[in-house]
C-alpha cells in the first residue's frame, strides 16, 4: 500500500467552482500532515498545515480524520492561478522529519 | 525574505561522470534535505543532515550519492558515477526548529 495516497486527476473545472482533493495515509502513528503546491517544474511550496481537526485559510480548507487516515483540501471560488498540482504530505513519525509524498493531484481551472 | 538558493539550475552529465549539486539553506537553519523528481513522478526523499552528519537516508541513497557541508554554508550532493536514471530535479530544503521546510528552486540534472 502506498504510503500517501492521493488522485492524480486532472481536475478541470471553471473559474469560480469548489473542488475537493483527497487523500490517504497508511502510517497512523504520522503526526503532521501538510498540503504543498507545485507549479510545473517547480519547487513545492506549503499552501497550509494540518495538524488536528483542520484549518481554513482564506478559499482553502483542510480537514484531517485520524480514524479514516483521510486528509482533504476545499478550494473554494477557485481562480485561473489555483491551477498547479496540490501534493499531500505527512511526516514519517519519526524524530528526522523525513517527508512523505503522494504524488499530487493536478488541477486546471478554466475561463 | 530569505530563501534557499540552489545552483546550477541545469546540469547535463555524460553517464559515469561525477556531479556536484550545490544548495545555499536559509542561514541559522538546522535540518537540511536532498529530493529528487523524477519527470512526471512524486518528490521522494534522499536524505536529511542534522549537526553535521546524515539523520536519515533512503535505499535511492547508495554508495554514488554523499553530502557535505563544507563550509557552514554551503549543503552539497554528490553523485560519483552518475546514471542515466539519476535524470531528475533535485530539489534542496532546509528547515529550522519549525515544522516548514523550505524549497529551493532545484537543479535539473540531465544523464546522457
Known amino acids: 500500500r502506498k504510503e500517501v495516497e492521493q488522485d492524480p486527476g486532472p481536475f478541470n473545472v471553471p473559474e469560480g467552482a469548489t473542488v475537493a482533493f483527497n487523500c490517504t495515509y497508511s502510517n497512523s502513528a504520522s503526526q503532521s500532515f501538510f498540503w504543498y503546491r507545485q507549479d510545473c517544474r517547480k519547487e513545492p511550496k506549503l499552501l497550509m498545515s494540518v495538524y488536528s481537526s483542520g484549518n481554513e485559510d482564506g478559499r482553502f480548507t483542510a480537514q484531517l480524520n485520524r480514524a479514516s487516515q483521510y486528509i482533504s483540501l476545499l478550494i473554494r471560488d477557485s481562480k485561473l492561478s489555483d491551477s498547479a498540482t496540490y501534493l499531500c504530505?505527512?511526516?514519517?513519525?519519526?524524530?528526522?522529519?523525513?517527508?512523505?509524498w503522494g504524488l499530487g493531484t493536478s488541477l486546471a481551472v478554466n475561463p | 525574505e530569505p530563501e534557499v538558493t540552489q545552483t546550477p539550475s541545469h546540469q547535463v552529465t555524460q553517464m559515469g561522470q561525477e556531479v556536484i549539486l550545490r544548495c545555499v539553506p536559509i542561514?541559522?537553519?538546522?535540518?537540511f534535505y536532498w529530493y529528487r523528481q523524477i519527470l512526471g513522478q512524486k518528490v521522494e526523499f534522499l536524505v536529511s543532515?542534522?549537526?553535521?552528519?546524515?539523520?536519515?537516508k533512503s535505499e535511492i541513497f547508495d554508495d554514488q550519492f554523499s553530502v557535505e557541508r563544507p563550509d557552514g554554508s554551503n549543503f552539497t550532493l554528490k553523485i560519483r558515477s552518475t546514471k542515466l536514471e539519476d535524470s531528475a530535479m533535485y530539489f534542496c530544503a532546509s528547515q529550522d526548529g519549525g515544522y516548514e521546510q523550505f524549497f529551493g528552486p532545484g537543479t535539473r540534472l540531465t544523464v546522457l
Open positions: 543532515f542534522y549537526n553535521n552528519e546524515i539523520s536519515e
Open positions: 504530505v505527512g511526516d514519517n513519525a519519526g524524530n528526522n522529519r523525513k517527508l512523505i
Open positions: 542561514s541559522n537553519h538546522l535540518y
